[in-house]
Nanobody, 116 residues
Framework: QVQLVESGGGLVQAGGSLRLSCAASGSTFTDNSMGWYRQAPGKQRRMVATVSKGGYTNYADAVKGRFTISRDNAKNTVYLQMNSLKPEDTAVYYC??????????WGQGTQVTVSS
């Protein structure tokens, strides 16, 4: 059974950085693109960044130039390097396929809180 586990969140000041990790336990990734999503309280979950198996990336306008997504297929891990963090980046961050197909269930995510 394959599960995705997010880690690396925390509390940082505006302008700081965090590196999130998404690990697939028990198996390798599928051939689909992977993505990071975030959800703030009272708001819908939305895509932040995506990366294909071959390493091609795409970003939401709100994070472009500040966040970098990458993947290590050998380690079954997807990363999100977040720089120049802003209070509006505060959310629970999740990983999954992009677009989600239901192959992986949504996990608990990892909390990112950016203070001003």
């Amino acid at each position: 059974q394959v599960q995705l586990v997010e880690s690396g969140g925390g509390l940082v000041q505006a302008g700081g950085s965090l590196r999130l990790s998404c690990a697939a336990s028990g198996s390798t990734f599928t051939d689909n693109s992977m993505g990071w999503y975030r959800q703030a309280p009272g708001k819908q979950r939305r895509m932040v960044a995506t990366v294909s198996k071959g390493g091609y990336t795409n970003y939401a306008d709100a994070v472009k130039g500040r966040f970098t997504i990458s993947r290590d297929n050998a380690k079954n891990t997807v990363y999100l390097q977040m720089n120049s963090l802003k209070p509006e980046d505060t959310a629970v961050y999740y990983c999954n396929e992009f677009p989600p197909t239901g192959y992986y269930s949504w996990g608990q995510g990892t909390q990112v809180t950016v203070s001003s």
